[in-house]
């Protein structure tokens, strides 16, 4: 079930009017899904581009269509147009986008781990890179080991502290610390050429 208000179904009948063209609706899908990069995207539809698959919710002079992998991860979703200080902003709330484990059902572990899979390795793996979580101590400190082209890295302490360990604070601030425990003399790959000029491997 999704909640559109009256504002922001008002919000879209204007936005639709302007495009000039009947027939035209709103289309909703969930990106990345159930990952913490998870986001939703809406855009403008013609009829023909309405997959036979696609979830209809009928608003007052228009349709929503719902991508039907999307389903899932928009389940409870709400949308709503809200007053700022400036004028007005589109919000799209929906609980379930980026998992249903929260931090209050899941370990400090967990939720380090979840992070470095969904938005630190795929980083690291644009320079042949990646990194794996080792240990996470009682006090909030994070024991991680670099793997692939990072295992021996000239500058791998600059990708631990303005890389990973800025990401890893900003969505779980109870971490205190993040140390390296590789042996990067035992690198087979390291991959030194995107570093040329003193850059990070995550940013």
């Not at 007052?60 to 902003?89: Q, R």
């Not at 969505?171 to 040329?196: C, L, S």
């Amino acid at each position: 079930m999704i909640d559109i208000s009256e504002r922001a179904q008002s919000y879209f009948r204007k936005l639709l009017a302007e495009q000039g063209s009947p027939g035209w609706g709103i289309h909703l899908r969930a990106r990345d899904g159930g990952t913490l990069k998870g986001d939703c995207e809406l855009s403008f539809c013609e009829p023909g581009e309405i997959a036979d698959d696609e979830w209809v919710l009928e608003c007052e002079g228009f349709n929503v269509y719902i991508d039907s992998a999307s389903v899932p991860w928009l389940d409870g979703a709400a949308l709503d147009y809200l007053p700022t200080g400036t004028g007005h902003t589109l919000s799209v709330r929906a609980p379930h986008l980026r998992g249903d484990v929260d931090g209050a059902q899941s370990s400090l572990a967990e939720r380090v781990n979840r992070v470095i899979v969904d938005i630190i390795n795929p980083q690291l793996a644009q320079h042949s890179g990646r990194v794996s979580l080792m240990e996470v101590g009682s006090d909030g400190s994070v024991v991680l080991a670099f793997g692939g082209g990072c295992q021996g890295c000239g500058q791998v302490d600059l990708t631990l502290r303005e890389g990973i360990e800025r990401t890893l604070r900003e969505q779980i601030p109870e971490i205190t610390a993040v140390r390296d425990a590789t042996e990067h003399a035992k690198g087979e790959n390291p991959y030194y050429a995107a570093h040329a000029h003193g850059e990070s491997a995550l940013r």
